[in-house]
């Protein structure tokens, strides 16, 4: 079952703070993170393996709560390269693929 | 060096044509993986094999077959092509299944367009 990003899509100015929620409706093994600019493919952010983790990747970081099924991204100052489409993929623990979320659009203008 | 690459980046075709999609990457991982994305974004996985067995083998036409004939490599031929099959088609790879270890890389994908 697909998991559930939002928002769908947001726009900021250059400086501002966003945060991209991912909820599952499965028990929780990890999170990976991805970004996939306009016309290119999606490329490896982050991936959190334990409960409550929280894990860092310049100005992004993440986090994961395995009890609410649900992770979190979160983007401080951001920057005119962070636009794109973020990706959640949830695992299971018997999970033998990445189910992706529909993908969250940001857009950062200056 | 490109870590997974495939070719050919772009294809157009006619309905009801056969054509192949190739994929190679040069990470030494040992799963790899199509996915289908579509004009609203959606990433879907497709197949995916590890060490050249097939694990994962969604609903998908059986008109899609893919082969790996090594763990370096994973193909994808399409038979009798139809207007809704026009998407990116992305390969990638990840040590491990499913990706445990570390992340996806994906390669460029192929931009099918069906006409």
């Known amino acids: 079952q697909q998991p559930v990003q939002s928002p769908q899509a947001v726009i900021l100015r250059e400086g501002e703070d966003a945060v991209i929620n991912c909820s599952s409706s499965?028990?929780?093994?990890?999170v990976h993170w991805y970004r996939q600019k306009h016309g290119e493919a999606p490329v490896f952010l982050m991936i959190?393996?334990?409960?409550?983790e929280q894990k860092g990747h310049e100005k992004i970081s993440a986090s994961f709560n395995e009890k609410k099924q649900q992770s979190s991204l979160y983007l401080t100052a951001s920057q005119l390269s962070y636009s794109g489409t973020y990706f959640c993929?949830?695992?299971?623990?018997?999970?033998?693929?990445?189910?992706f979320g529909q993908g969250t659009r940001l857009t950062i203008n200056p | 060096d490109t870590a997974v690459s495939q070719t050919p980046k772009y294809l157009v075709t006619q309905m009801g044509n056969d054509k192949s999609i190739k994929c190679e990457q040069n990470l030494g991982h040992d799963t790899m993986y199509w996915y289908k994305q579509d004009s609203k974004k959606f990433l879907k996985i497709m197949f995916s094999y590890n060490n050249k067995e097939l694990i994962i083998n969604e609903t998908v036409p059986n008109r899609f077959s893919p082969k790996s004939p090594d763990k370096a490599h994973l193909n994808l031929h399409i038979n009798s092509l139809e207007l809704g099959d026009s998407a990116v088609y992305f390969c990638a790879s990840s040590q491990g299944r499913p990706g445990i270890l570390g992340g996806y890389t994906f390669g460029s994908g192929t931009r099918l367009t069906v006409v």
């Open positions: 993929g949830p695992l299971d623990q018997g999970a033998q693929k990445l189910v």
């Open positions: 959190l393996l334990k409960g409550g």
């Open positions: 499965k028990a929780l093994y990890s």
